[in-house]
Antibody
Framework: EVQLVQSGAEVKKPGESLKISCEGS????????IGWVRQMPGKGLEWMGV????????RYSPSFQGQVTISVDKSFNTAYLQWSSLKASDTAIYFC??????????WGQGTLVTVSS | QSALTQPASVSGSPGQSITISCTGT?????????VSWYQQHPGKAPKLIIY???NRPSGVSNRFSASESGNMASLTISGLQAEDEADYYC??????????FGGGTKLTVL
């Protein structure tokens, strides 16, 4: 069974850094893209970017390019989403998902990130 | 790229059919046969219900069907049931090798 397990909720202050994780299991991690999706409070889904664990090829949506960094450690079957300086507007739930062809076929449970002074 | 355009809300009575539209451009919806649809219940992760325009993953009810014409895709839910009440999102592959979601549609079963 394909599973994506994300790290727990985080509460941070503006300006702090953060790295959240997504561990895949039940499939060959290096052969499927992993994507990240943002959902701000009460809002819709936003496509952030994807990474191919096999060679770390990464694609970002223009809205998120330069705002976050997506990385992977294939020895731990884990993908990461990180911020160097958080803003209050980064408060959201972040989902990771496995990308099969062009769609996301399996999703993590989501990580709530709260940024507040 | 801009989000795909969906109606904010639709509603229907049990047993009826509803259709949700998803409008994009020739750089996304109209350019590729890679539209997918997701169902999201409150507090839950999204669930894939349609991929590659009109294909259903294993385990998804055949009450869900979808199609595409030009720059517009559509999701139809027939025989509405109370459990179908959720938010629905379309998504498309884009010319920049990324993806884009629609703004989401809240389905209310009356």
């Amino acid at each position: 069974e394909v599973q994506l397990v994300q790290s727990g909720a985080e509460v941070k202050k503006p300006g702090e850094s953060l790295k959240i994780s997504c561990e895949g299991s039940g499939y060959t991690f290096t052969t499927y893209w992993i994507g990240w999706v943002r959902q701000m409070p009460g809002k819709g889904l936003e496509w952030m970017g994807v990474i191919y664990p096999g060679d770390s090829d990464t694609r970002y949506s223009p809205s998120f390019q330069g705002q976050v960094t997506i990385s992977v450690d294939k020895s731990f079957n884990t993908a990461y989403l990180q911020w160097s300086s958080l803003k209050a507007s980064d408060t959201a739930i972040y989902f990771c998902a496995r990308r099969y062809n062009s769609h996301f076929d399996s999703w993590g449970q989501g990580t709530l990130v709260t940024v507040s002074s | 790229q801009s989000a795909l355009t969906q109606p904010a809300s639709v509603s229907g009575s049990p047993g009826q059919s509803i259709t949700i539209s998803c409008t994009g451009t020739s750089s996304d919806v109209g350019g590729y046969n890679y539209v997918s649809w997701y169902q999201q219940h409150p507090g839950k992760a999204p669930k894939l219900i349609i991929y590659d325009v009109s294909n259903r993953p294993s385990g998804v009810s055949n009450r869900f069907s979808a199609s595409e014409s030009g720059n517009m895709a559509s999701l139809t839910i027939s025989g509405l049931q109370a459990e179908d009440e959720a938010d629905y999102y379309c998504s498309s592959y884009t010319s920049s090798s990324t993806g884009v979601f629609g703004g989401g549609t809240k389905l209310t079963v009356l």
